[in-house]
């Protein structure tokens, strides 16, 4: 345990990055293969903890100007509820990553007092839930461990992620708490690889809000209806992420740029997308990116786009403001949830 004044708290601070997905959203649900890169936008938590006689927690988040109390009961509460059960505040998941700290310690009564900031933009598709869940549950471990594992982390934030999202397929959590590139299936060992090159992109933020539990039980929901066709759309994207890992191994920038292309066509076709992203797409596309997708749970969000080098990004990234995005060039990294 990391003890500090006098002996009697606790401190733990840890940091978690945000994520792209490149490839495969909304099928990985489904259980095709995705890709995901993590992006050097970061949430940070710090936490105080003392003992006491029974477990209590305090969640601040400045930024979102709000602070909830969570008493014993309402942790368990929140730990026996399944799924999306009873998410009450949008704090409820990372209160749920504390129960399962403690569960995994096998300790009981402790008093923590946890502040959360992020700079990733919330709601956008750039697994902002994910990264404040990875960051707390990380704080939590370093203040009662000195230390993280990240996998752990990311096994406990993955309930978090299902109280946030329902049925998430856990690659936000997984390349949030892993950081680099992963190569994810459901249920499966994920496989993660370093970068070693940057990959040009530039994403441009719709500020369309939506919800990805939604948009995941609308393409559940069309799956069910029009079941042969929408497997035809997973299959030809599952062929699209294998042709990407090749494409990213190779650095091969245009041919990842026309997978790109073909699977923003498919999102299109699940009807995830909408018609600012698709015209940011189109933007990008112009201004001669090699190609442009919407990326994560889509219906708003982010779009990426990729150049065929920096100053390019850059030149996109003009374009893309001047049609009225938030528009920014990515700095990817391989530092997935640490301490601080
Ligand atoms: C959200 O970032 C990605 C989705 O595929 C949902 C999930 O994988 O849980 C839309």
Same mark, same amino acid.
């Given at each position: ?22 490839f495969g ?27 006491s ?40 998941p990372?209160?749920?990553? +504390? ?10 009564? +402790? ?28 704080? +939590?471990?370093?203040? +009662? ?114 997978l ?24 990008a ?28 990004a ?27």
């Amino acid at each position: 345990m990391t003890m500090t004044d006098n002996g009697s708290n606790m401190t733990g601070c840890a940091t978690a990055p945000a994520k792209v997905i490149l490839f495969g959203e909304h099928s990985v649900v489904h259980g095709t293969p995705a890709i995901a890169v993590a992006l050097n936008l970061r949430s940070r938590a710090q936490v105080k903890i003392k003992k006491s006689d029974v477990s209590h927690l305090i969640v601040k988040s400045p930024a979102m100007g709000l602070e909830v109390s969570f008493s014993s009961d309402r942790l368990r509460t929140l730990g026996q509820a399944s799924g999306s059960n009873g998410n009450a505040t949008p704090l409820d998941p990372i209160a749920l990553g +504390f129960y399962h700290v403690l569960n995994l310690i096998e300790m009981n009564g +402790f008093d923590a007092t946890l502040i959360i900031d992020s700079e990733i933009p919330i709601g956008a598709g750039l697994g902002s839930s994910a990264s404040v869940a990875t960051s707390s549950v990380g704080a +939590f471990l370093a203040a +009662f461990n000195g230390e993280v594992d990240s996998l752990q982390v990311r096994e406990i934030a993955f309930r978090s992620e299902e109280l946030t999202h329902g049925k998430p397929s856990g690659i936000d959590n997984t390349v949030i708490a892993l950081g680099g590139l992963v190569y994810f299936i459901k249920g499966q060992k994920p496989e993660r690889k370093e970068l070693s090159t940057e990959i040009p992109l530039v994403i441009a933020n719709t500020r369309i809000p939506r919800s990805t539990a939604t948009l995941v039980s609308n393409v559940a929901s069309l799956f069910k209806r029009k079941q042969k066709a929408v497997q035809n759309l997973f299959d030809s994207i599952s062929d699209i992420v294998e042709q990407g890992l090749h494409a990213l191994l190779k650095n091969d920038l245009e041919d990842l740029g026309e997978l790109m292309n073909i699977n923003h066509g498919i999102l299109h076709a699940l009807g995830v997308s909408h018609p600012l992203l698709d015209r940011y797409v189109w933007v990008a596309r112009e201004s001669g990116a090699l190609g442009a997708k919407l990326t994560g749970a889509g219906g708003g969000g982010c779009m990426i786009a990729l150049a065929e080098n920096v100053h390019h990004a850059s030149e996109i990234k003009q374009e893309l403001i001047k049609a009225g995005a938030d528009a920014f060039t990515s700095v990817l990294t391989n530092q997935g949830v640490e301490t601080c």
